[in-house]
């Protein structure tokens, strides 16, 4: 056991930044002297002072053998793995850097259509092959759910060359599937289950949130530990556990009885084409201040997770309860247990097995509301901000962070948004299907999901092929060169290598004109596309 009210890192930092010293190093601002007023007056000038580069004491991100090192084996403890990495560029990195490891050009991987925009990222820095599985679709509250262990068994039957199975965990509505099962069906064709656990960095420190997905079986899980824990914005992890991550990948890429030799001809561990691909996609002047604050968070949570969370979950409770009892809301709630036959329920709850209790999502549609609208009326006119909206929905993160007085101002929030009879008109975006009662989106689910394997080409043969313009209305079964995702969650719609349906641009101009961002495309008005060139 390590000792873990110990912070090597943010210790070795402090010390460093209270060192007198002559700096001739980067950053040019030499801790704070040369820094602007006005952001020394506002962060004060003990962060600029820590803003330091790889000193020696410092150690080095990309070879850790001193305090990073430290620091990464006592995350890996609290996490529960056999060891961890540091991530300054977020989980975006973690989740490119994963794929990376485990797919070259061509190979193939399972994953869900409704993956973070940072895994189409990962296909296009790879060059795999995306084998989509659909998400559970609940049609009720039009929201897309976990993929399920029979849906990825059916893939890997179908592709059993496949080299890793990808999944999210939680959702970002705080859905959780099973990553038990899931492991499972992976570990039967001896590939990882490598886990998109971005908004589960908190599932290890309390018994009743919903099991972290290394203690399920995963392989491999990115942790945005900036997103429900205290470390600073971007500042994340990436975990793996066992030997299975080699032993299994080993098998797969070199055959049953053979193990990589320290010949030239053998092929780095999973272990260390993960390290190797981190140093792609990361910042090589990494930020001491985000390293130091995950330093800070794992002490944290380590000697304080249980209480914290547990304060945590009672004030999400009383939200959900509150909130679920004004008329005209409804709370989305853990569901009823599968019977054994898994029948008698909706579609969407094969895919939601767990909810993630500090994960608030509340259906606004019965107040004559779009969730693009209610945002906005919460946001400028009653102090509240949520994390994200959509059609018919608000969703809102409750963490460590909040109190009761933030709970009193958000149940006082939705109560006189209930009493708005008719609201205050929204603006002209948000107001466009206002009034309408339950909102639908124009995009019909199940012909979004048929589109999951309409992927003709590479995600990164699309990205880097030669490319047009076109109006909007002339891209209908071309093929997609750009990422189109609204933002919050940031799931693409479109990505490239897709072929482009009428329904995805319906869904998008909708999204659009009901308040919504989309990013990733060049034509923020969605008046033209991108798509591949033809070939004549």
């Not at 797969?252 to 009885?257: A, K, P, R, V």
């Not at 006119?381 to 109190?403: M, P, W």
């Not at 009193?408 to 209930?418: G, H, K, N, R």
Request: with cysteine; charged share 15%.
């Amino acid at each position: 056991m390590l000792n873990q009210n110990q912070t090597p890192l943010l210790d070795t930092l402090k010390a460093c930044a209270e060192r007198p010293h002559a700096p001739f190093y980067t950053p040019g601002h030499k801790r704070g002297q040369g820094i602007s007023q006005s952001l020394a007056d506002f962060f004060g000038k003990a962060t600029f002072r820590a803003d330091l580069p790889e000193l020696a004491e410092l150690d080095n991100l990309f070879a850790p053998g001193g305090v990073i090192q430290e620091a990464q084996q006592l995350a890996a403890e609290a996490f529960g793995a056999s060891q961890t990495w540091f991530l300054v560029n977020g989980s975006t990195c973690g989740i490119e850097a994963a794929i990376l490891a485990t797919c070259g050009s061509g190979d193939k991987i399972i994953l869900p259509r409704n993956v973070h925009s940072s895994a189409i990222a990962g296909l296009i820095l790879s060059g795999a092959m995306p084998i989509f599985v659909n998400p559970e679709y609940d049609p009720v509250l039009d929201i897309a759910h976990s993929i399920t262990p029979s849906a990825v068994q059916v893939a890997l039957e179908q592709h059993p060359d496949a080299k890793a199975v990808f999944m999210v965990y939680p959702t970002y509505y705080g859905v959780c599937g099973d990553v038990r099962a899931i492991a499972s069906v992976a570990h039967q064709y001896n590939i990882p289950l490598l886990v998109d656990e971005a908004h589960g960095a908190h599932f290890a420190f309390h018994p009743q949130l919903p099991t972290p997905a290394l203690a399920a079986g995963a392989d491999l899980s990115v942790q945005s530990i900036h997103k429900t824990l205290g470390a600073l914005t971007q500042a994340s992890m990436l975990h793996i556990q066992g030997d299975r991550i080699d032993d299994d990948w080993a098998r797969h890429t070199l055959g049953d009885g053979l193990r990589p030799t320290k010949g030239d001809w053998a092929k780095p561990t999973l272990r260390e084409r993960i390290s190797k691909a981190l140093q792609l996609v990361q910042s090589t002047s990494p930020s001491y201040l985000l390293l130091a604050s995950l330093d800070a968070a794992r002490q944290q949570m380590a000697l304080h997770g249980k209480e914290l969370m547990s304060r945590t979950l009672q004030l999400a409770d009383e939200a959900r309860t509150r909130i679920s009892q004004i008329p005209g809301l409804f709370v989305l709630s853990a569901p009823a247990p599968l019977p054994a036959s898994g029948e008698g329920l909706g579609v969407g709850f094969r895919g939601f097995v767990a909810l993630d209790r500090t994960r608030l999502t509340v259906t606004v549609s019965g107040l004559g509301l779009t969730g693009f609208a209610a945002e906005e009326i919460l946001d400028q006119q009653l102090g509240v901000t949520a994390e994200f909206a959509s059609l018919q929905h608000l969703t809102f993160i409750i963490s460590l962070g909040n109190t009761q007085e933030d709970i009193e101002q958000l149940v006082q929030a939705f109560t006189i948004l209930a009493k708005m009879t008719p609201p205050p008109a929204p603006s002209p975006q948000a107001r466009r299907g206002f009034g309408s009662g339950v909102f639908k989106t124009p995009l019909v689910w199940d012909d979004f999901f048929k589109m999951a394997n309409c992927v003709p080409i590479s995600p990164r043969e699309a990205f880097f092929a030669a490319t047009e313009t076109l109006p909007i209305e002339e891209t209908t079964e071309r093929i997609c060169a750009e990422i189109l995702c609204p933002y919050p969650p940031g799931i693409p719609v479109l990505m490239p290598g897709e072929i482009i349906t009428q329904a995805a641009l319906e869904y998008l101009q909708q999204i659009q004109l009901m308040g919504g961002f989309i990013s990733g495309c060049a034509d923020s008005s969605l008046k033209t596309l991108n798509v591949v060139r033809v070939k004549h």
